[in-house]
């Protein structure tokens, strides 16, 4: 009996590539928030997931490139639980219903703080770095439409009269990313600096 014919070589299988992408993901995250953005390489990124330089650069363009993906899922991650939360407050009157998502919106539970300081680290070299400041306003212009989407469908009271979808989502992130930066640390000025600002936006939003 012959043997039966060889494959033809062809592309890798879709399924392999999303399994070498998440893999790089997953190493990369643990990576970054253990060791920063900045003191991880591509290397460091390949050996931790097992795969080549190869692997890497067929799935991503840069080191930049994967940290964006990484805070890309953090974004729909967050969008997500911000529909599920509006679906669950229903019931509440309009003014605590706002306050409550925007405390929802601003809110860094303990174990987002690695990416509070990995995101602030980010920020601060796209700065400082041509070309790559640019990047980082395009990617902050796509989470921007993504809430202004989540608050048309979902949350129409935070969107105060006379203003946009587009515009109460670009607030409400500048408020969110200023909060990072003066919360990181955590403790009781947190919790007080946070309720004092959900109070504020949710009562002229609400």
């Given at each position: 009996?012959?043997?039966?014919?060889?494959?033809?070589?062809?592309?890798?299988?879709?399924?392999?590539?999303?399994?070498?992408?998440?893999?790089?993901?997953?190493?990369?995250?643990?990576?970054?928030?253990?060791?920063?953005?900045?003191?991880?390489?591509?290397?460091?990124?390949?050996?931790?997931?097992?795969?080549?330089?190869?692997?890497?650069?067929?799935?991503?363009?840069?080191?930049?490139?994967?940290?964006?993906?990484?805070?890309?899922?953090?974004?729909?991650?967050?969008?997500?639980?911000?529909?599920?939360?509006?679906?669950?407050?229903?019931?509440?009157?309009?003014?605590?219903?706002?306050?409550?998502?925007?405390?929802?919106?601003?809110?860094?539970?303990?174990?987002?703080?690695?990416?509070?300081?990995?995101?602030?680290?980010?920020?601060?070299?796209?700065?400082?770095?041509?070309?790559?400041?640019?990047?980082?306003?395009?990617?902050?212009?796509?989470?921007?439409?993504?809430?202004?989407?989540?608050?048309?469908?979902?949350?129409?009271?935070?969107?105060?009269?006379?203003?946009?979808?587009?515009?109460?989502?670009?607030?409400?992130?500048?408020a969110r990313e200023g909060l990072l930066a003066r919360t990181a640390a955590g403790g009781e000025v947190a919790e007080e600096l946070l309720a004092a600002t959900a109070a504020v936006l949710g009562g002229m939003l609400g």
């Amino acid at each position: 009996m012959n043997p039966p014919p060889a494959r033809p070589a062809g592309p890798r299988p879709p399924r392999r590539r999303t399994h070498t992408r998440a893999r790089l993901l997953a190493a990369a995250s643990e990576l970054f928030l253990t060791v920063g953005f900045a003191r991880t390489s591509i290397e460091d990124v390949c050996a931790a997931a097992g795969y080549t330089r190869g692997a890497f650069y067929s799935n991503f363009g840069s080191k930049e490139d994967l940290l964006l993906a990484l805070f890309d899922e953090q974004a729909a991650g967050r969008m997500a639980e911000l529909e599920r939360l509006a679906a669950a407050c229903e019931a509440l009157a309009p003014q605590e219903r706002a306050r409550r998502l925007v405390e929802a919106l601003l809110r860094v539970e303990p174990e987002e703080a690695g990416w509070i300081l990995l995101f602030l680290e980010f920020r601060l070299l796209a700065a400082r770095t041509a070309g790559l400041a640019d990047r980082v306003a395009a990617h902050d212009r796509t989470v921007s439409g993504a809430l202004a989407a989540v608050l048309e469908r979902a949350l129409p009271e935070l969107v105060p009269p006379g203003a946009s979808a587009a515009q109460a989502a670009a607030v409400i992130l500048a408020a969110r990313e200023g909060l990072l930066a003066r919360t990181a640390a955590g403790g009781e000025v947190a919790e007080e600096l946070l309720a004092a600002t959900a109070a504020v936006l949710g009562g002229m939003l609400g």
